[in-house]
């Protein structure tokens, strides 16, 4: 195994990186640093969350820095605050003994003024999020005119995300002679367009294979029916008392309910999601990173800068719509050789979608059996015991007080006393689990048609909802039928308004969907979906309440029209009749019979450029 120093790393770099654990370089490592180092060429590296990539390309990028000069030489862009934090301060741990270097970091959220007072200082490494570094840009507080590197960092996550046209913006201001790195967790069509337009002659580094699941983790589903998926998650959490890990929720709204049940129910948890205030966001992040959290309930997105290395377990409470988003979600856990496992409660309709990932990844899925309430008892008790046998005794500190403590317990001998101590801490879960609800199996068999007809009508009939204050609710006339899924939907809005916009609830049905956005964004997203095209199918969105006529309504009308225009199309009898003529006395049938006679000859209709005239004045 080689060492930093055979891979050309500089002094100052490695005793810095030496005095925060770095032995070996990791593989990732191996591949990347000496290439960086002793090539110019642009670099695509794909490798999993957790393998070691900020130092890949952060080493490098700072062994390459000009001290003497104070214009910004190399950009990293990030998708999340949180992660432009992140590498901000590893970046800074890194050129610990290298004066003169500077580090700033920029991202919303935070006030502008501080951040351009530290651009004004000095500033040879950005690293910022896309839509805060453009508005530095058009301040002209940020200068990218002397940039010889740029990263690309969770490169996919950042297209996910609707970052395109931000990041074609940014490169517009980028001098053509510079080196680009572009790093990876999955190779998608957009990160091998973006290689297409803005890297050349580039180098493809993969650690694993590509779009392969984290190596050291163990993936495992729960399947059981929506009502019970509560149920399902608080048994796994007590059947594993010394878990660490993050549950992994949809949407924001279901992350919040989901942390404030778990809290009402004693267990120690915290949630993170977008709709948390930057200190908020910043403070429950770093009590979880110093294990004063237990589980972290929080969306994809927000965790998105999260560097843990000890996580247990990562638990999906439902998985989400594509695949890289589960890669991300996995390779939380399973860093630095650790081992981890990677937990999915589904559902029955969610075997397909896990199909899915399943061949993509490359692992398998192990089928997983609810923990019973014997089996979690049983864990618990040998957690309490394991604790009392290793509380250190303090003889010095408790010896005033042990007379007293004698004497108190005098009556009681030894078995009685460990009944009692072993009760106070174990109670609670004997407690619940003596009356616990039952947790129904579900069958693995495919539902029949009859039965996915009832789920599809039942869809259809859902009475809508009214949507948040200060959003309006809108109808699209695609649906699960046609591969429509809240990924799409998001993926579709950034793509066709040209960057990231806001959506509040959204409602899935087999054969349409209603999305919620801002009242003030409603129109420009109408305008922008109508007409567009998507798998083959026009699409049409409109207000979900407008006039009489809702979304369904609609759906029906055009479906009906659609039909009644195939029909039209495909019958040749009507489409091979004669045209009718008309002759000059045909009109007079439409005239009030009352009418009076017009005087002298009637006009002949037929004629082109006829005008009925006024008579005139005699």
């Not at 002298?600 to 005008?611: I, M, N, Q, T």
Request: with cysteine; hydrophobic share 35%.
């Amino acid at each position: 195994m080689k060492t930093f120093e055979e891979l050309g790393v500089s002094a100052d770099i490695v005793r810095a990186i030496s005095e925060l654990g770095f032995e070996h370089p990791m593989p990732v490592q191996q591949e990347v640093i000496p290439y960086l180092l002793g090539n110019r060429n642009d670099i695509i590296a794909l490798a999993q969350t957790g393998t070691g990539k900020t130092a890949a390309f952060g080493i490098p990028l700072i062994q390459r820095i000009d001290v003497s000069s104070t214009q910004t030489q190399a950009l990293v862009l990030s998708p999340t605050r949180e992660l432009c934090l992140q590498i901000a301060d590893d970046l800074s741990d890194f050129a610990k003994y290298i004066g003169a270097l500077h580090v700033v970091a920029v991202y919303g959220g935070a006030a502008i003024d501080q951040q351009i007072r530290q651009l004004r200082n000095g500033a040879q490494i950005i690293v910022a999020t896309p839509g805060r570094l453009i508005d530095l840009i058009n301040r002209g507080k940020a200068k990218l005119d002397a940039v010889q590197n740029v990263v690309l960092d969770e490169a996919d996550e950042m297209l996910n995300m609707g970052f395109t046209e931000s990041i074609n913006a940014i490169f517009e201001q980028l001098p053509e002679e510079r080196n680009t790195l572009l790093f990876s967790a999955t190779m998608s069509k957009e990160i091998e367009r973006i290689a297409t337009n803005y890297l050349h002659n580039h180098q493809e580094i993969v650690v694993g294979s590509r779009n392969e699941g984290a190596e050291n983790v163990n993936h495992v589903y729960y399947m059981v029916n929506a009502r019970d998926k509560y149920l399902a998650l608080k048994r796994i959490v007590d059947y594993y008392p010394k878990i660490y890990g993050i549950i992994f929720c949809r949407t924001k709204k279901e992350t919040q309910e989901i942390a404030d049940k778990l809290i009402h129910d004693g267990y120690n948890a915290e949630s993170l999601h977008g709709d948390l205030s930057q200190q908020q966001r910043d403070t429950t992040m770093q009590k979880f990173r110093n294990h004063l959290t237990q589980l972290l309930v929080a969306t994809d997105v927000a965790a998105r800068g999260l560097d843990v290395d000890d996580l247990t377990h990562v638990i999906n409470f439902g998985l989400p719509d594509d695949t890289e988003s589960y890669t991300h979600r996995s390779g939380r856990t399973g860093r630095a050789g650790k081992k981890g496992t990677s937990i999915a409660i589904i559902h029955s309709r969610e075997r397909r979608k896990m199909r899915d990932i399943e061949r993509i990844i490359g692992k398998e899925f192990v089928a997983g059996e609810i923990p019973t309430p014997q089996e979690i008892c049983t864990k618990q008790l040998y957690r309490v015991m394991d604790e009392i046998v290793k509380v250190d005794v303090d003889e010095e500190q408790i010896a005033p007080f042990i007379g007293e403590i004698n004497r108190h317990f005098e009556y009681f001998d030894k078995e009685d006393i460990i009944k009692k101590m072993v009760s106070r801490e174990f109670g609670k879960f004997l407690s619940y689990y003596a009356n616990a609800p039952e947790i129904e199996k579900v069958t693995t068999g495919k539902a029949t048609d009859k039965g996915r007809k009832t789920d599809r009508k039942r869809d259809e009939k859902r009475v809508p909802r009214t949507p948040e204050q200060g959003y309006r609710r809108l109808f699209v006339n695609l649906g699960k039928a046609h591969g429509f899924y809240p990924g799409e939907v998001m993926q579709m809005l950034n793509r066709h308004l040209g960057g990231r916009q806001q959506v509040g609830h959204i409602d899935l049905m087999p054969q349409f969907s209603y999305i919620e956005v801002p009242k003030g964004d409603a129109d420009r997203v109408m305008r922008a979906l109508n007409g567009i095209r998507y798998k083959g199918r026009e699409v049409r969105c409109n207000d979900a309440d407008a006039g009489s006529r809702n979304g369904k309504q609609a759906y029906n009308d055009e479906e009906r029209a659609t039909k009644k225009n195939s029909k039209r199309m495909t019958n040749p009898k009507r489409s091979e009749e004669p045209r009718r003529q008309f002759t000059k006395d045909d009109w007079m049938k439409f005239l009030h019979p009352e009418m009076p006679r017009l005087k002298g000859e009637v006009p002949d209709f037929s004629e082109e450029g006829w005008a009925r005239r006024k008579p005139k004045k005699k």
